[in-house]
T-cell receptor
Framework: GAGVSQSPSNKVTEKGKDVELRCDPI?????LYWYRQRLGQGLEFLIY????????KSGLPSDRFSAERTGESVSTLTIQRTQQEDSAVYLC????????????FGQGTRLTVV | GEDVEQSLFLSVREGDSSVINCTYT??????LYWYKQEPGAGLQLLTY?????DMKQDQRLTVLLNKKDKHLSLRIADTQTGDSAIYFC????????FGKGTRLHILP
């Protein structure tokens, strides 16, 4: 596609439910990143996929968070048993190879846990 | 741990220069970046500087890097209303660390 696409753009869920967020990276981009942006905060690194290498999961805040990526295409970020502190905008970015200078961000998914 | 600090707000009169400052802690950073986030939009890479440079100019944007003090600044010349946004500083070490963002407000 022309840019990084994320869906849904907004999600409201009840505390305790599971949610799945989707990211479609730019075609041909081998690297994909997930970040979380809480209100008034900077971006927190969550996870990084690079080609067929093992993902860098060092930013995932708890075992309720997991992410998958199929080859060099779509990625899904799953949050199980959501809590109110999970409310944030979840941003996905992709880049060609590991070079950050070509990374592009999606518009984000705004998650609200009530 | 790694950290990036920015002031949260800056107000500038239209036509003046804006200077947004950032400090970081990771001395092994290879790249430093400035991103712009407009309301309802994703993050847009504005410019970046490699850690062995001390200045980079791109049209109205000037980036200054003081590696010794771990201080990065972004100067926007002739600030316009379209420059109103949140500006994020970021550093690349093992991973990319972002600051909290500086909200730039343009006064008429």
């Amino acid at each position: 596609g022309a840019g990084v696409s994320q869906s849904p753009s907004n999600k409201v869920t009840e505390k305790g439910k599971d949610v799945e967020l989707r990211c479609d990276p730019i075609s041909g981009h081998t690297a994909l990143y997930w970040y979380r942006q809480r209100l008034g905060q900077g971006l927190e690194f969550l996870i990084y996929f690079q080609g067929n290498s093992a993902p860098d999961k060092s930013g995932l805040p708890s075992d309720r968070f997991s992410a998958e990526r199929t080859g060099e295409s779509v990625s899904t970020l799953t949050i199980q048993r959501t809590q109110q502190e999970d409310s944030a905008v979840y941003l996905c970015a992709s880049s060609q190879g590991g070079s950050w200078t070509e990374a592009f961000f999606g518009q984000g998914t705004r998650l609200t846990v009530v | 741990g790694e950290d990036v600090e920015q002031s949260l707000f800056l107000s500038v009169r239209e036509g003046d220069s804006s200077v947004i400052n950032c400090t970081y802690t990771d001395s092994s950073s290879t790249y430093l970046y400035w991103y712009k986030q407009e309301p309802g939009a994703g993050l847009q890479l504005l410019t970046y500087i490699f850690s062995n440079m001390d200045m980079k100019q791109d049209q109205r944007l000037t980036v200054l890097l003081n590696k010794k003090d771990k201080h990065l600044s972004l100067r926007i010349a002739d600030t316009q209303t379209g420059d109103s946004a949140i500006y994020f500083c970021a550093e690349k070490g093992d991973k990319i660390i972002f600051g909290k963002g500086t909200r730039l407000h343009i006064l008429p």
